[in-house]
């Protein structure tokens, strides 16, 4: 396949850079970052597909977003603008020139009020700015290119800034002395910790399962949910980091979501059923297996050699 990857220098989009340069039977047709490619701006698709921006891509795998969940509360134009206009202007474009799209979209788009996990036909009832952005992207994305895939995917963490990289460095301010007392971390919210490579590996098996025109059946298009398989707490996944960094010893004060009085409200359940794509045969390996995967990568290994 011959792909374009928007939102490259994310943490998803770093991954699925890398994965489709490894892949010799696969061609990176252009990684857009947001210089190149601002989804906010009406005029950035407007050359999408020509010489010098992704010309003669098969596929596009949209992992751009306006992900800070709080600044979406303060922000919401923006938000509306890259999470819901930018897809919808993407869907149209990729619809008109015959390019599979692959939009990447968010647990946050359910209510968080359940204890089985989601299904991909549940009802959607965000709680917050930022889920809503997003809905309002897959409903924009089905509504203009009914060929295209609505991948949703849940608690990201990879290459840059992520929640590994922030308990690593909490970690170190205590292992100095430059602050004291335990980390805090809420013990209220269940989810399924995603690593970016992985996500990666299976947006793409995904994919090739819709583009394979040898395959005895063609991929059902639509959405889809992929994560790391199992879940956890954010507590539990902290105390996990601490445990495998060499941080063991570290205590962690257990927090309620409502004493943090953050902007945007979380969902406390975001557990996604991912037996649609696995029944594809595409899946995750499990959450710690995602964890281990990243602290031995280069960005893993680096943190911990700084103590980070």
Same mark, same amino acid.
């Not at 396949?1 to 989009?13: A, N, Y």
């Not at 793409?204 to 005895?216: F, I, Q």
């Not at 991912?274 to 290994?301: I, K, Q």
């Given at each position: 396949?011959?792909? *374009?990857?928007? +939102? @490259?220098?994310?943490?998803?989009?770093?991954? !699925?850079?890398?994965?489709?340069?490894?892949? #010799? %039977?696969?061609?990176?047709? $252009?990684?857009?970052?947001?210089?190149?490619?601002?989804? #906010? @701006?009406?005029?950035?698709?407007?050359?999408?597909?020509?010489?010098?921006?992704?010309? +003669?891509?098969? *596929?596009?795998?949209?992992?751009?977003?306006?992900?800070?969940?709080? /600044?979406?509360?303060?922000?919401?134009? !923006?938000?509306?603008?890259?999470?819901? =206009?930018?897809?919808?202007?993407?869907?149209?474009?990729?619809?008109?020139?015959?390019?599979? !799209?692959?939009?990447?979209?968010?647990?946050?788009?359910?209510?968080?009020? +359940?204890?089985?996990? $989601?299904?991909?036909?549940?009802?959607?009832?965000?709680?917050?700015?930022?889920?809503?952005?997003?809905?309002?992207?897959?409903?924009?994305?089905?509504?203009?290119?009914?060929? #295209?895939?609505?991948? /949703?995917?849940?608690?990201?963490?990879?290459?840059?800034?992520?929640?590994?990289?922030?308990? !690593?460095?909490?970690?170190?301010?205590?292992?100095?002395?430059? &602050?004291?007392?335990?980390?805090?971390?809420?013990?209220?919210? *269940?989810?399924?910790?995603?690593?970016?490579?992985?996500?990666?590996?299976?947006?793409?098996?995904?994919?090739?399962?819709?583009?394979?025109?040898?395959?005895?059946?063609?991929?059902?298009?639509? &959405?889809?949910?992929?994560?790391? @398989?199992? $879940?956890?707490? $954010?507590? =539990?996944?902290?105390?996990?980091?601490?445990?495998?960094?060499?941080?063991? =010893?570290? %205590?962690?004060? /257990?927090?309620?979501?409502?004493?943090?009085?953050?902007?945007?409200?979380?969902?406390?359940?975001?557990?996604? =059923?991912? @037996?649609?794509?696995?029944?594809?045969?595409?899946?995750?390996?499990?959450?710690?297996?995602?964890?281990?995967?990243?602290?031995?990568?280069?960005?893993?290994?680096?943190?911990?050699?700084?103590? #980070?």
């Amino acid at each position: 396949m011959r792909c *374009v990857v928007t +939102g @490259s220098q994310g943490q998803l989009g770093r991954c !699925l850079v890398r994965l489709i340069e490894a892949r #010799a %039977e696969h061609d990176l047709a $252009w990684a857009a970052d947001h210089e190149s490619l601002d989804l #906010a @701006s009406p005029a950035a698709t407007e050359r999408l597909f020509e010489r010098g921006r992704g010309e +003669g891509a098969q *596929v596009l795998f949209n992992a751009a977003a306006f992900t800070a969940v709080d /600044r979406c509360e303060s922000q919401q134009s !923006l938000a509306q603008r890259v999470n819901a =206009d930018g897809p919808r202007r993407l869907a149209l474009r990729c619809r008109e020139a015959g390019v599979l !799209l692959v939009q990447v979209s968010t647990d946050y788009v359910f209510s968080g009020e +359940g204890s089985t996990p $989601w299904l991909e036909d549940a009802p959607t009832a965000p709680a917050n700015v930022y889920g809503h952005s997003k809905l309002l992207g897959e409903q924009a994305v089905r509504q203009a290119d009914g060929d #295209a895939l609505i991948v /949703r995917t849940s608690w990201v963490f990879g290459p840059g800034r992520n929640f590994v990289v922030a308990i !690593l460095e909490q970690a170190r301010k205590r292992r100095s002395g430059e &602050i004291g007392g335990p980390l805090s971390v809420v013990d209220d919210q *269940v989810g399924s910790p995603t690593y970016a490579a992985h996500l990666a590996a299976g947006l793409l098996g995904l994919a090739e399962a819709a583009t394979n025109e040898n395959a005895s059946r063609e991929l059902e298009r639509g &959405i889809y949910h992929l994560t790391g @398989s199992g $879940w956890t707490t $954010w507590y =539990d996944f902290a105390r996990a980091i601490l445990d495998r960094s060499g941080n063991g =010893d570290l %205590e962690i004060e /257990r927090r309620k979501t409502h004493e943090l009085d953050l902007p945007a409200a979380r969902p406390a359940y975001s557990v996604l =059923d991912t @037996s649609r794509a696995a029944a594809w045969g595409v899946s995750l390996p499990s959450w710690e297996e995602g964890l281990d995967a990243y602290l031995t990568s280069p960005e893993g290994a680096a943190l911990l050699e700084m103590g #980070a």
